[in-house]
């Protein structure tokens, strides 16, 4: 399953199959990505971060890709199971903001078993 | 492993009160961040500190103020609850060592009646 265009609040995968999430980003020179998981009741947790000078990072399960041509972020969850499911964050830092972070306004992944 | 704890999980106060909400950070970090997060509208920052005593506003600080006495400790106070404080409020810290992620704690989710 994936989420297309800016943004999708909702994306439903069956377990088993590969989540593809979608992230726009707004600054040509923000030079920090980090994606979050949230699971209902609790604070976001850090899932994998990328800085601007790579293209792919890997971790376990998931994959992180840049494309900093078309300003566009992408979580890779493979083997989704249903733990899975929670809302995902995408976030960057702007090059002048110091230690901020801004945040897209998430995505809901829910896994059918 | 980093510990950011808030005072209370579930807060609920009348319209005209003033709330204190309270974040501890457990890992010495130098940046702590206040946002409030709402359905559809991701998680907006509305004061950060970069050292004791030290605040910044953020995107959305109308209506409230912060103290950060100590490094461990950075409270988010609203003045005079309005019933559009009703949010979920999330604290985070970073170190601000060559990393720009952040630690959340479990969010405090106020209801002003």
């Known amino acids: 399953g994936e989420s297309v265009g800016l943004h999708l609040p909702t994306l439903s995968v069956q377990e088993g199959d590969n989540s593809i999430i979608n992230c726009a980003y707004s600054?040509?020179?923000?030079?920090?990505f980090i994606w979050y998981k949230q699971e209902s009741g609790k604070g976001p947790q850090f899932i994998i971060d990328?800085?601007?000078?790579?293209d792919k990072r890997q971790g376990q399960r998931v994959t992180v890709l840049l494309n900093k041509t078309v300003k566009h972020l992408s979580l890779q969850i493979a083997a989704t199971q249903p733990g899975d499911s929670a809302v995902y964050f995408c976030?960057?830092?702007?090059?002048?903001?110091?230690?901020?972070?801004?945040f897209g306004e998430g995505t809901q992944l829910t896994v059918n078993p | 492993d980093v510990k950011v704890t808030q005072s209370s999980r579930y807060l609920v106060k009348r319209t005209g009160e003033k709330v204190f909400l309270e974040c501890v950070q457990d890992m010495d970090h130098e940046n702590m961040f206040w946002y409030r997060q709402d359905p559809g509208l991701g998680l907006r920052l509305i004061y950060f500190s970069y050292d004791v005593k030290m605040k910044e506003k953020g995107d959305i600080p109308e209506g409230y103020s912060v103290s950060r006495e100590k490094k461990e400790r950075f409270s988010l106070i609203l003045e005079s609850a309005s019933t559009n404080q009703t949010s979920m409020y999330l604290c985070?810290?970073?170190?601000?060592?060559?990393?720009?992620?952040?630690?959340f704690g479990p969010g405090t989710r106020l209801t002003v009646t």
């Open positions: 985070a810290s970073s170190s601000g060592q060559g990393t720009y992620e952040q630690y």
């Open positions: 600054n040509s020179a923000s030079d920090y």
């Open positions: 990328i800085r601007s000078n790579m």
């Open positions: 976030a960057e830092n702007k090059e002048t903001s110091g230690s901020r972070l801004t």
